[in-house]
C-alpha cells in the first residue's frame, strides 16, 4: 500500500503563487507517474499537470505557462509551483501517485484565490 499525503495549500490573492509538496510513502518502490488533479465545485475532476519517473511532464492547457510539476524520484515527492494564479485555479487539489497498475490518492488540500 502506499500513502499519498498533500501539503502547501490556502488562500491566496489573485496573481498570486503557491507550492503544493506531495509524498508518497509506504510501499513507494518503482512509482512512475506522480502529479495533480483538482476539482472545483459542480465540476468533474480534471488533470492539472502530471510526471513520470522518465522526466516526461504534461500540463493541462489552462495552466501551461503558469504552473510548474517537478519531482524528486529519490524521495518520491511531487512539487507544483503555481504562479499568476486566477480565481478559476480555486480548486480541491489532489495528488496522485502510480505504481504499476494502481493509482493511489491523496486526500486533497484546497487553494482558494481570492481577493
Known amino acids: 500500500q502506499v500513502q499519498v499525503v498533500e501539503s502547501g495549500g490556502g488562500l491566496v490573492q489573485p496573481g498570486g503563487s503557491l507550492r503544493l509538496s506531495c509524498a508518497a510513502s509506504g510501499s513507494a518502490f518503482s512509482i512512475y507517474a506522480m502529479g495533480w488533479y483538482r476539482q472545483a465545485p459542480g465540476k468533474q475532476r480534471e488533470l492539472v499537470a502530471a510526471?513520470?519517473?522518465?522526466?516526461?511532464?504534461n500540463y493541462a492547457d489552462s495552466v501551461k505557462g503558469r504552473f510548474t510539476i517537478s519531482r524528486d524520484n529519490a524521495k518520491n515527492t511531487v512539487y507544483l509551483q503555481m504562479s499568476s494564479l486566477k480565481a478559476e485555479d480555486t480548486a480541491v487539489y489532489f495528488c496522485?501517485?502510480?505504481?504499476?497498475?494502481?493509482?493511489?490518492w491523496g486526500q486533497g488540500t484546497q487553494v482558494t484565490v481570492s481577493s
Open positions: 496522485y501517485a502510480t505504481r504499476t497498475i494502481t493509482t493511489f
Open positions: 510526471s513520470t519517473s522518465g522526466g516526461t511532464t
